[in-house]
């Protein structure tokens, strides 16, 4: 039997095929929103905030004394990808990956920079867990962020920079990163909790018997979403985890700690995981005992009405024969005694079966 697969589920991987390494294709969804490019660059006690219009306008902020976050919105946009890494001297194999949304999550070392890589998750309009890729690129007193689109979960990180919230804008640029990926490991908790609650909702209706015939596709639905979570969250543990042992000069003893928070948020988030999963295949193993149930109480009407009905058909097949002589077929009321037999056989029938409980 010849498997046939969707084509979607190759042509990302075919763009790579015979390519130079260091060449930048996107692979993503095609889309026509416009690039996006907004900085902050901030002190302990001041903040401008900008919108960037073109890549060359992030150069004067590489080798400032203030801290510089800037986020790019749009990674179909390669060329100006392009351009802010030569601005920024970025390994063509760093850009490579910031515009291959299939890579796993990792952390790569260089000399002057970190590169991180990680999975943003939330549900949209429709309900359905998008995943997005997130790409960090830590220097001296800068962060570079690289998302697919317009949207994320950094709008709290934004309000702390604005106001002076918390300990953000008197820290360096390691910390700003810890922020942003606490924000992103954060949401995870909106997305578990979401799915715990769906498995719940369906667990009750198995238990109640309410469940609807399209029960079991809901089943394959949430397993799918939660193989998908799993598949973007439980690599980011490595990665922090190296993060928490990492020897480099970007990366100040004094914010290890939060990342070691951070990497105690995703091995709950990640057990929760194993948690949900285990409770999805007892779902499906519920649905179908819910399923062999029914059938095995539509079998047992089937058999106790044909139980019941083998001794009167008997009879009746007996006296519906067609030999001439049968005495019975003489006598004046046969039929009605022949009639009060079959009642009394259905009521003893009836009683039997109450007393071993079958009814």
């Known amino acids: 039997m010849k498997l046939k697969f ?6 990302n991987y075919k763009k790579h095929i015979g390519q130079v390494p260091g060449t930048l294709v996107y692979t993503g969804k095609k889309s026509d929103k416009a690039l996006h490019i907004e900085s902050f660059d901030y002190s302990k006690d001041e903040i401008e905030e900008t919108v960037l219009l073109k890549a060359e306008d992030a150069i004067p902020f590489k080798d400032t004394d203030s801290v510089t976050w800037i986020n790019v919105n749009g990674l179909h946009y390669v060329e100006e990808i392009e351009r802010i890494g030569s601005q920024y001297d970025l390994h063509p194999l760093v850009l490579e990956d910031i515009v291959n949304t299939t890579q796993r999550p990792k952390i790569d070392e260089y000399e002057d920079y970190l590169f991180v890589v990680l999975k943003m998750l939330y549900y949209d309009e429709q309900e359905q867990i998008v995943i997005e890729q997130v790409s960090f ?3 001296k007193n800068y962060v570079l962020t690289f998302q697919e689109a317009e949207g994320d979960v950094f709008d709290s990180i934004r309000d702390r920079l604005r106001h002076g919230k918390g300990r953000i804008r008197g820290q360096k640029s390691d910390y700003l990163m810890y922020a942003l990926i606490d924000a992103v490991v954060d949401n995870y908790f909106s997305i578990i909790e979401t799915l715990g609650n769906k498995i719940e909702d369906l667990e009750t209706q198995l ?37 928490e042992k990492i020897e480099h000069h970007l990366i100040y003893k004094r914010t290890i700690t939060y ?17 949900y999963r285990e409770m999805i295949w007892s779902l499906m193993d519920m649905y179908m005992t819910t399923i062999s149930n029914r059938m095995n109480e539509v079998m047992k009407v089937l058999t106790i009405i044909s139980s019941i009905f083998i001794p009167l058909t008997f009879l009746a097949g007996i006296y519906g024969m067609n030999f001439e002589y049968i005495p019975e077929l003489t006598y004046r009321y046969g039929y009605f005694v022949l009639l009060g037999v079959m009642v009394l056989i259905f009521i003893g029938l009836l009683i039997y079966f109450k007393r071993r409980k079958w009814l």
């Open 6 to 11: 969707k084509k979607k589920r190759t042509e």
């Open 137 to 139: 690129v830590l220097g």
């Open 207 to 243: 238990f109640a018997g309410d469940a609807e015939n399209d029960v079991s596709s809901e089943i394959q639905e949430l397993k799918r979403e939660i193989l998908k979570v799993r598949r973007a969250i439980f690599p980011l543990r490595e990665v922090i985890s190296r993060v």
């Open 259 to 275: 990342y070691r928070d951070i990497y105690d948020h995703l091995i709950q988030v990640s057990e929760n995981i194993d948690i």
